[in-house]
């Protein structure tokens, strides 16, 4: 079975977290592997963290796989604060662009 992409494309903060909260729900809803597409995030904040490890928990409670498949420089960089890139076990890929 082909992964669900859903591809997050504003703010993850304090501010929105109610509606991303919903759309992660339907997502796993509909989904045995979900892939999130955070490459567009501009901005991430600790709702939005906590966010992604309430996605994480979920999926695991319901047998689904959950895969981050890109991160932005904001959301690599809250991750690295956080220190939680084992926790969600994705690789993190730095573009060129990024890097330099």
């Known amino acids: 079975m082909a992964a669900l992409r859903m591809v997050l494309d504003s703010e993850m903060t304090i501010y929105n ?8 729900f339907d997502a ?6 979900l892939e999130i597409d955070l490459s567009q995030v501009r901005e991430i904040d600790t709702a939005g963290i906590q966010l992604l490890m309430m996605a994480k928990r ?3 409670s319901r047998g689904c796989s959950l895969a981050i ?11 690295d604060f ?4 084992a ?9 060129a662009q990024d890097a330099s």
């Open 82 to 85: 956080y220190n939680l890139a």
């Open 17 to 24: 977290a109610g509606d991303l909260k919903q759309k992660l």
């Open 58 to 60: 979920e999926s695991q």
């Open 69 to 79: 498949v890109a991160h932005s420089q904001a959301v690599r960089e809250a991750l």
């Open 28 to 33: 796993l809803l509909q989904a045995q592997a």
């Open 87 to 95: 926790f969600f076990g994705d690789p993190l890929v730095i573009s």
